[in-house]
């Protein structure tokens, strides 16, 4: 059951095909306290592989700005005052 999940349904989880592209494309870039883990590929393309249910209200400020290029360096690289 959870195999037809990953194919049919993206807000369970990760997709099987996000998977295959994130392992493929994916540079791992960081996680935050909720689990979500962030990627970005080689052509600048950057996503959030959520844990759990996908909501994007769970992702924090420092990564919503970097998931949305408005800061260049995440929240991992970058010491916050």
Known sequence: MEF???IFTWWNGTT???RIYT??????VGSDDSGNRYYQARNGRRWVQYNGYA?????????HGWIHHKVDVPPTQENYV
């Open 4 to 6: 037809l999940k990953q």
């Open 16 to 18: 099987i095909g996000t």
């Open 23 to 28: 392992w493929r494309n994916g540079k791992f």
């Open 55 to 63: 909501e994007p209200s769970t992702i924090p400020p420092g990564w």
